[in-house]
């Protein structure tokens, strides 16, 4: 089983992509939904341990949790060893199961792929790119999004060329829906034998 990691900053068109290999018939498990799951389920526990104010009616409130890292960027930290451990733990669940299905490629949409060391767990990466002006469009017509917060994003990110320099795979997804879904195309051609 190939194991594809799918990665690029925000708003370049990440999740369209993803969705783009999953109509195309490859399995995906996204880091992102598992994160947002783990937030209403085990994770809330050891998250209200230390982000107390964090967590209401029994859930993790994202926007209360956001505002404490904006004021508090150290303790991102802090976070991250709570959920990486168990967004590993649904990662290799899923890689277990589509073993035992027989699946021949599979993708993980992780977007730290590479501040993560996340390359390690995977044989090919997919980087996801456009413009900086498309992608800036896209991410401050985003609801609550401001542009300190799309710095403080950008500031955890790896810069955009540094990833295209080290992907496998360079999805440009600034040139519209058509030309990427192509792109996609060609990727699970290639991987799957069917292609140069």
């Not at 109509?23 to 880091?31: E, I, K, M, R, T």
């Not at 009616?57 to 209360?64: N, Q, V, Y």
């Not at 027989?102 to 590479?114: E, F, N, Q, T």
Request: glycine share 8%.
């Amino acid at each position: 089983m190939i194991v594809l990691g799918l990665t690029g900053s925000i708003g370049t068109g990440k999740s369209t992509t993803a969705a783009m290999f999953h109509d195309l018939g490859v399995p995906v498990h996204d880091a992102d939904a598992t994160v947002h799951d783990l937030y209403r389920r085990e994770a809330v526990a050891p998250v209200k341990a230390r982000f107390p104010q964090a967590v209401r009616d029994g859930a993790i409130d994202r926007k209360a949790l956001s505002a404490i890292l904006a004021q508090s960027p150290e303790r991102f930290g802090e976070l991250e060893t709570i959920i990486h451990p168990l967004v590993r733990a649904r990662e290799m669940a899923f890689l277990d199961a589509e073993r035992q299905n027989g699946s021949a490629l599979v993708l993980l949409d992780i977007p730290l792929l590479y501040e993560t060391g996340g390359e390690a767990r995977v044989d090919k990466v997919v980087v996801v790119t456009c413009d900086p002006e498309t992608q800036r469009r896209r991410v401050l017509a985003r609801p609550g999004m401001t542009e300190e917060k799309f710095a403080l994003i950008l500031s955890r990110q790896m810069p955009d060329a540094e990833k295209r320099r080290r992907a496998d795979f360079v999805i440009d997804t600034g040139k519209g829906l058509e030309a990427a879904r192509k792109q996609v195309e060609e990727v699970i051609d290639i991987l799957k034998g069917r292609g140069g």
